[in-house]
Structures are given as structure tokens and as C-alpha cells.
């Protein structure tokens, strides 16, 4: 029962079905309109609900009961803790002590601290995982083990696969570090503060049953209700929901390579030489090394000519609360906080704004914020001579990174991706990308230690770029460059024909799609 | 037992290189075992290169396993020659890569030595994107960054470096042993269009001699008489700062005399203070015994590489005594040495003035250049035109300054 495979607008070849429903292959950037209203929840009434606003229960398995969770069911959790969540884990101890099968497990993204639910997966608990899938659950993924098929989404993607009904959620269990009975709920405040909760508005929103757990319940009202309790079924308290030190790991640190600090500070001096940098600007910079290093480089840079930004968009670190704290910035607008000193200044500046893939991201909204960012830097795992992207795969074809805001930010008045031009004698620049997450025409200048190429579409960006003297290279020249050193054209790695994964475009069609990698 | 040899690196921190262990055979030709994270890519041109290297170094049979970490090319050449020549199998010249376009470009005697950025020839992940970077001069060290036991390979892989890694312009330097040992090491690289020899720990122009004398032997048997290689001798004992002036002199190609205060300091029995009045003596003399040989003298490097304040500091102080340049160790430290050894706003505007002055006067047939009423002696010049061309190099004035200053001075700037 193989679903049939055709070739999509990007020359991709994708199914025509994913997971037991019809999918609609890419059909070009802007070209897919949806048709038809938006998903709801089902209608309910407070008088089955405590009048005295109490809704906590003993525990997760209790909740899970009470929302009734049954074989084959959709459950969501979410990343706000990244590599430091405690809850997606728990809610499936708990799913298997109840004793279902066949669940879609629907995280906002999933991290190494996931690791134990490959088990569920064997056991036949879990089917499969709609989600980004970052380490060993990639791996598992790509190896053809899960029974599903991978779907990977971007932020934006997955508020918009919720909102038009394209995933229906049974039960969402947002993990809060602050809550009361009622089931407001924000990050802001406990001992496990994160930030926000932005990336589990959809779910509270659309979800059939919603769990809120947390381990600091206050009593009503917890303010800013970032969950508002009106959307939650029932709240559990735990001893622990996750540890916020863990929220800095991985991609989140900063880089102390030489080369990665040549090609962050030529990122810099790009922004500001082409005069994107000026007063009112707004920029983001993603939480990769490299991006996080540009960010320090442009501040020094916006000091020195004294420049003051309108916005920047997080995720926050503590080098954008400095610009925030030091006047180089209006605002912080914030989808997910990347340090404890994010978690701080979201708690104390009031100009250190919250916002969800809704506000940011959702491709069918009226509108968003992605695209009015006049520069956003972001990484990469291969560009091809086209400047197409991908985000999710290594070389190889194994799956080992999310999407996260990346596909939505590609909308962005100039999009950058600082890369190394190779990796371990392994090309970045390539003559085709082994999995395309992000069309080429939407990608405006890729980076390297070697030099800049822009895309040839943007003759603006390259008649400034050259006005200021910058290091400018054709692509196809960085990657005859990089084969030189690498010792030639790479073989095509030969990948099997079971098709393991999918990626989605931000508009929910389906772009490409990712092959099991043989042994 | 067959003879059996092992190089190079493998396990989880390794990047960039691999490790092989060849077992000679008497027959069956040869049975390669590839491990790679990159076999899937580069598979099939890992085991090429592994038989045209196995195959050029006259091995018909032997069991290989290569366990590899991502190294590029000239890295595995490197790596098979050095366990075919551990295993005794092997004493001809070796397997040479090609000698890439991009290393042979040249140098000179007077270009400028403000940097120079010192790596390790036993670790390849450095070396790809060093010239990157833009030091003036990139050292491959074969003396103190690499252990006992690894001379063999660091030589090996320096001297295949010489001939794949594009260095971007930067002068092509390698750091020899002591003598005698270092003479083995000019035999390897000598051929591979080196630009500088630095002689660590020199205490006598016999030694300078020796080297001299080997490189032209060298050069000689390789066919290219007319190549130059020039001389870095390094003053690191007392009794190398005694006689620096001899050595300064000792050969025509000697081009700079660097100082290293390390081994220095612990010679005269004292610590290396970050204040330095133990070595200011020494440095001095180097400054001087230089000058007066008509070479340039060069400081140590400093070797806090996070205390980037220090290290400017560092710089002026070592311009204030006379130095034209200063090791580093990272290159984060190339943009700092050469902020720091670019001349002052004040002495620019100046040096500019007489460079103008000195145009005019050669224009006009005059022998005396003059600034005003004042007269300019020649050594004025002579260091007013260095100034300018430092300030070119380090991006301070445009290379055509002269007629965007001559246009403006003619009111042209303003048509």
C-alpha cells in the first residue's frame, strides 16, 4: 500500500499520500490557496467543568484517562524546554502504564532527551512522529524503522497544519512552569521558567482535550496567562517539568572556531556595507553558533555608527537582551528564549515581547511578521548552484536537525545563510541538495570562509555588495573551490526507495521528500 | 610476522586525518579496508588514492586498513607513506601530490612580516583555511608542536601541504628541528616551493651555514638552482643573543632574525614575566644586531589567546623597541597585530607629506627633498615611504592614494 510518488514544481519526487490522508505536492512559492474554513474544537459547556475552577487531578495517567485516550489517537508536547524536557517522555510512561497503541505523537520539535522514545516505539505504542526529529530519533527515522511516515514542519507549517485541520490533535499536554487550577499558564516565572508558551498555542487552541502539567501551581489567577485556563480540560502537578540549563545546548552555543568567527563577521560587515544596517532596521539571527557570534559582530558594528534597530526577532539570547538593555534595539520580538537571561528580560522588559507562530509564521493567516524582517541569517546543512537549501539532512541522507522558524523566515527582505563551504571534507555547496527544504528563489546570499555568493535574482544586493568592496564569488566558483579541496566531485550517496519522511512547505504542500538510508 | 606499521589518528575527537596501519604481505595484491564517515561520498576516490599512493611507493602486497575522519587527499598520501616508511618498506623519495597551481606563487625579500601565524605539522583541520585568515606569513611547525614520535609523519604531512593547501598570498614558512635533525626536514620540504626556513634555538652562523649550504644542495638535485629559499634563524639561549649579529650576517639569506623568549628566559635561568625586563636585553639586541646585518627583526609570539587587549599592548611594545613583526598562535590574532603595527593617524599624515615632497623632488631633478623650509634627510624618507606602504598593506590608504591626493591638492576633487 505504497502511496503513489509524483514529481512536485520543485522537480521533487513526493507522495500523494502521507499517513493515510492525500497530500498536495508543492505547487510553487504563493501558488497553493486553500479553500474551506478553518479547524475548531469541539463545542463544550462550563457546566461540565468544577464551578470552583479547580481542575487539577492526581497525576498524568489520571489526565490522560480522563481526556480519554485511546488507541490510535494524536498526543502533542512541546520544546519549550529543548534538550531539557522531562514532559514529552513522562506522558508516554504514562500512555503505556494505561496500556494504548498506535498513538501519532505531534511534538513541536523533538531533541536528544527523546531518546527513550524509540523503546515506544518498538513496543508499538507510538506509530509514528509528525515533528522535527533531531539525533537519534532522525536516525531511527531515516534507518526505515518507524511504521509512519516522518512529517517535518516548519513553526510556522505546524500552526498552519493545525489551524486548517490538516493534523486534528486529540490530547495536547503543555508542560507550564507556572499554573494555577484553573489552568492559566505562563513561562515566565517558577523554578523552571523558559519564556514562552507560544509554540503550544495552536494545541490549546484547536486541541480536543487539553492537559496543563506544571511544577509551580499558584493560585488563580497565574498572570500573563499566555494558556488561558478557558481552553484546558485539566492540570497535573509534577516534581519536575524540565530543566532550563538545558535549554542552551546544542545549536545554541556560541562558536569558537576561527573560520565560523570569519564567516559570522563577514555576515556582519555584509549587513552593514550593503546598508541594511540603519536606523529602524530589524534583523534575526537564528540559534546556530555562527548566527549567534553575527549578532555580537553587528552590535559592535551598530554601536560604532550609532544605529538603533526597531526590532529583533528572537529567539533571544543574551546578546539581543544586551541591545535591548543598551538602547540598540526598540524591541525584542521573541518566539522561544535560547538562555536564562532571554527567560529574564522577558519577565522584566515590557518591550521584550512574546509571540507565537501565529503572529510569526502562519503562512494562511492575514498576514505575518516573517516577511516584513528586512534581514534574517540563518544555517544550513548544503546549498546547491541553485541556492536551494536544506535544513534537515547531512550529505548522507541522515536525518539529524528540525526545521524550526527556518522555512518561514526565508520570506525575509534578505535572506543569508553563513556556512562553512565544507564540513570534514564533506561540500556544503553542492550541485543538488539531498533533501530541499527551502526553494532557491527564496535565498538571497550564502556566506562562506571562501567568500559571498548572492543570488543572481538580487542584482541589488550584488551592485551593493560590490559597491562596498565585499569578496563576491559566483557560487558555482565556491564550489569548484571547495571540490578542489575536498578531492573532487563527490559520489551521489545511494539511498534506498522506501520514503521515510516528508518535508512540508510553509503552506502544508509537500516539497520533498526523505529517503531510508541503507546500512 | 609480516612487517607492520601503523600513522596517523582515529577515534571520536579526530577530525580531518586518518590512521592506517599497512602489514605487508608476499602475495594477493592489495586488500584495503576502508572505515569512513564520508565513505558514501568519497569512497571510491579514498581507495584511489590509497592504491596509486601504496602503488607509487612500490607496495604489490599488503593488507590496509585506513579508518578515516574525513582527511583530504593529500592528508591520506601523507598518512600511508609514513606507515609504509615506519614498516620499513619503503626509503625512495616518496609519493609526491602535484604540485597545485595555487602553491607556487613567490615571495620577497621585502615584504612586509607583521604576522606570523604558527602551525602544528602534525594536524592537518588547521591548515585548509588558515591563509584564510590573512597572516603574512604561515609557519608549519615541525619543532615544538609535534611529539618525539611524530617527526616522521609531521614532515611527511607538511611537505604534502606545501603542495595542496592554498595559503592565499601568505608567505609559505616552515619551522625545522634543531640541528642536526632539521637537516632531514629540508630534504623533505625543501622542493615544495618553502619560502622561509626558520632555524629554532640558533646559536652560531655555522649552523646558518649548514642550512644555507643544504638548501642549495637540495635545490641543486631538484633542478630549480635558481629558486631562492630564505633564512629565519630564531635567538632563544644567551648564547644565541651573543653572537646574533654573526648570524644575522651569515648568509645572504638570512631576510629577518626572530627572537623566542620561552626557551630564552629559561636559559638565563629566570620566568618569562609578562612585564618582560628579563628579556628586554635580549630583544634589543636582536632589534640591533638586525638593523645592522640589514634584516628584519621579529618578536615572539604571545601566547594568551584570549586576552586580546594584552596582545595589542603586546604589539606596540614590541614596535616601540623596533620589532617589524610578532608570532601568534591563533588566528584571531592576525587583525589585532596588524591593527597594532599600523602607523599612527599623526605619523601617517606626516609620512604622507614627505612621500609627496620626496615625488616632487625626484620629479624635479632635485637632490634634496624638503617639507616646508625644513630639509629631509634621507633616513626620514626612507622610513616615511616604509610608513606608507605599511598603511597600504593594512588597508589604511588606498594603493592609489598618491593621485587621489594629487587630484585633490589640483582642486580636481572638486570639478
Redesign the interface.
Known amino acids: 500500500m505504497t502511496a503513489r510518488l509524483v514529481e512536485n514544481a520543485a522537480g521533487r519526487i513526493v507522495p500523494e499520500e502521507v499517513n493515510g490522508k492525500t497530500a498536495v505536492p508543492f505547487q510553487g512559492v504563493g501558488k497553493f490557496r486553500p479553500e474551506g474554513r478553518k479547524a475548531a474544537p469541539p463545542l463544550v459547556s462550563c457546566a461540565d467543568y468544577p464551578i470552583d475552577g479547580n481542575k487539577v487531578v492526581d497525576d498524568l495517567e489520571t489526565a490522560l484517562r480522563a481526556a480519554g485516550l485511546k488507541d490510535g489517537m494524536t498526543v502533542s508536547t512541546h520544546h519549550h524546554f529543548r534538550n531539557g524536557d522531562l514532559v514529552g517522555n513522562a506522558v508516554f510512561e504514562a500512555a503505556a502504564r494505561i496500556g494504548v497503541k498506535d498513538l501519532m505523537w505531534f511534538p513541536s520539535a523533538s531533541f536528544p532527551c527523546h531518546a527513550p522514545q524509540i523503546a515506544h516505539l518498538d513496543s508499538g505504542l507510538i506509530h509514528h512522529i509528525e515533528g522535527s526529529m533531531n539525533g537519534p530519533l532522525g536516525d531511527y527515522c531515516t534507518a526505515g524503522k518507524m511504521r509512519g511516515l516522518g512529517v517535518l514542519r516548519s513553526h510556522g507549517g505546524r500552526y498552519q497544519a493545525v489551524q486548517d485541520g490538516d493534523v486534528h490533535i486529540d490530547i495536547a499536554v503543555i508542560a507550564a512552569p507556572t499554573a494555577d487550577p484553573f489552568g492559566n499558564a505562563n513561562g515566565l516565572t517558577g523554578p523552571s521558567a523558559c519564556g514562552l508558551l507560544g509554540f503550544a498555542l495552536a494545541d490549546s487552541q484547536y486541541a480536543d482535550k487539553v492537559i496543563v502539567v506544571t511544577d509551580n501551581l499558584v493560585p488563580f489567577p497565574c498572570h500573563p496567562w499566555q494558556i488561558q485556563g478557558n481552553n484546558v480540560d485539566h492540570v497535573v502537578v509534577m516534581d519536575k517539568i524540565g530543566e532550563p540549563e538545558k535549554i542552551v545546548s546544542g545549536t545554541t552555543q556560541l562558536t569558537k572556531s576561527p573560520d565560523r568567527l570569519l564567516i559570522a563577521e563577514m555576515t556582519a560587515r555584509f549587513v552593514r556595507d550593503t546598508g541594511i544596517m540603519r536606523d529602524g532596521f530589524s534583523f534575526q539571527a537564528g540559534a546556530g553558533g555562527t548566527a549567534l557570534a553575527f549578532a555580537i559582530y553587528l552590535k559592535e558594528m551598530m554601536k560604532d555608527a550609532g544605529i538603533r534597530a526597531r526590532f529583533v526577532r528572537g529567539g533571544s539570547t543574551q546578546h539581543l537582551v544586551q541591545m535591548l538593555e543598551e538602547g540598540l534595539t526598540d524591541y525584542i520580538l521573541d518566539g522561544q528564549t535560547f538562555d536564562l537571561e532571554g527567560v529574564r528580560s522577558m519577565r522584566e522588559n515590557p518591550t521584550h515581547v512574546d509571540t507565537s507562530p501565529f503572529t510569526s509564521y502562519n503562512y494562511h493567516g492575514k498576514g505575518n511578521f516573517a516577511s516584513m524582517v528586512d534581514a534574517v541569517v540563518l544555517g544550513a546543512t548544503e546549498v546547491d548552484v541553485n541556492f536551494n537549501a536544506n535544513v534537515v539532512t547531512h550529505s548522507d541522507g541522515r536525518l539529524l536537525h528540525g526545521i524550526g522558524g527556518w522555512q518561514n523566515c526565508l520570506f525575509s527582505k534578505c535572506t543569508i545563510l553563513p556556512i562553512p563551504s565544507f564540513r570534514d571534507r564533506i561540500p556544503v555547496i553542492v550541485d543538488r541538495v539531498t533533501t530541499l527544504c527551502g526553494p532557491g528563489e527564496l535565498v538571497d546570499v550564502v556566506i562562506t570562509e571562501r567568500g559571498i555568493a548572492i543570488n543572481p535574482r538580487r542584482t541589488d544586493l550584488i551592485d551593493a555588495a560590490r559597491g562596498a568592496g565585499l569578496p563576491l564569488k559566483r557560487i558555482e566558483e565556491l564550489k569548484a573551490e571547495v571540490e578542489r579541496i575536498c578531492g573532487g566531485t563527490p559520489q551521489t550517496p545511494t539511498l534506498g526507495e522506501k520514503v521515510v519522511a516528508v518535508v512540508r512547505w510553509v503552506d502544508g504542500t509537500v516539497l520533498d521528500s526523505i529517503r531510508q538510508v541503507l546500512e | 610476522m609480516n612487517p607492520t606499521a601503523t600513522a596517523g589518528r582515529k577515534g571520536p575527537g579526530v577530525?580531518?586525518d586518518c590512521w592506517v596501519q599497512v602489514e605487508a604481505r608476499d602475495s594477493g595484491g592489495l586488500e584495503i579496508r576502508l572505515q569512513s564517515?564520508?565513505a558514501?561520498?568519497?569512497?571510491?576516490?579514498i581507495r584511489r588514492?590509497a592504491e596509486e599512493t601504496l602503488g607509487g611507493l612500490g607496495i604489490e602486497h599488503a593488507a590496509v586498513d585506513l579508518v578515516d575522519?574525513?582527511?583530504?587527499?593529500f592528508v591520506i598520501m601523507a598518512r600511508i607513506e609514513t606507515a609504509v616508511r615506519r614498516a620499513g618498506l619503503c626509503e625512495g623519495p616518496g609519493v609526491l601530490p602535484e604540485m597545485?597551481p595555487c602553491c607556487t606563487y613567490g615571495t620577497t625579500r621585502e615584504r612586509f612580516r607583521r604576522s606570523r601565524l604558527y602551525l602544528p605539522g602534525n594536524e592537518s583541520k588547521f591548515m585548509?583555511?588558515a591563509g584564510?585568515?590573512q597572516p603574512d606569513g604561515i609557519i608549519l611547525d615541525l619543532e615544538d608542536s609535534v611529539a618525539p614520535a611524530e617527526k616522521d609523519a609531521a614532515r611527511l604531512l607538511v611537505r604534502n601541504a606545501l603542495r595542496q593547501v592554498?595559503f592565499h598570498g601568505a608567505e609559505r614558512m616552515v619551522r625545522i628541528n634543531q640541528l642536526p635533525l632539521g637537516l632531514e626536514d629540508l630534504e623533505a620540504v625543501a622542493a615544495s616551493n618553502v619560502h622561509v626556513i626558520l632555524i629554532p634555538k640558533c646559536e652560531s652562523k655555522k649552523q646558518v651555514k649548514a642550512v644555507d649550504q643544504r638548501c642549495r644542495e637540495l635545490l641543486d638535485a631538484a633542478g630549480t638552482p635558481d629558486d631562492e629559499i630564505f633564512l629565519m634563524p630564531i635567538i632563544e639561549s644567551a648564547r644565541g643573543a651573543i653572537k646574533a649579529y654573526k648570524i644575522a650576517k651569515a648568509s645572504p639569506r638570512v631576510i629577518a632574525l626572530a627572537v623566542g623568549l620561552e626557551d630564552y628566559t629559561a636559559d638565563i635561568g629566570t620566568l618569562r614575566t609578562l612585564e618582560g625586563r628579563e628579556s628586554f636585553w635580549a630583544r634589543s639586541q636582536v632589534v640591533n644586531a638586525a638593523r645592522a646585518a640589514g634584516v628584519s627583526p621579529i618578536d615572539t609570539v604571545f601566547s594568551d589567546v584570549a586576552d586580546m587587549e594584552g596582545l595589542r599592548e603586546s604589539v606596540l611594545e614590541a614596535r616601540a623597541l623596533g620589532f617589524d613583526g610578532k608570532g601568534c598562535i591563533?588566528?584571531?590574532q592576525i587583525r589585532v597585530i596588524h591593527e597594532a603595527m599600523a602607523p599612527a593617524e599623526q605619523e601617517l599624515a606626516r609620512a604622507k607629506k614627505i612621500v609627496v615632497a620626496f615625488n616632487r623632488a625626484e620629479a624635479e631633478g632635485l637632490g634634496v627633498v624638503s617639507l616646508g623650509s625644513k630639509m629631509i634627510d634621507p633616513p626620514v624618507v626612507k622610513r616615511a615611504l616604509r610608513t606608507v606602504r605599511l598603511a597600504v598593506a593594512g588597508g589604511q590608504l588606498a594603493e592609489d592614494w598618491l593621485e587621489a591626493e594629487a587630484e585633490s591638492s589640483s582642486g580636481g576633487a572638486g570639478k
Open positions: 577530525r580531518s564517515k564520508v558514501s561520498m568519497y569512497g571510491d576516490s588514492t575522519s574525513g582527511a583530504v587527499p597545485d585548509l583555511s584564510l585568515h592554498d591563533h588566528p584571531r
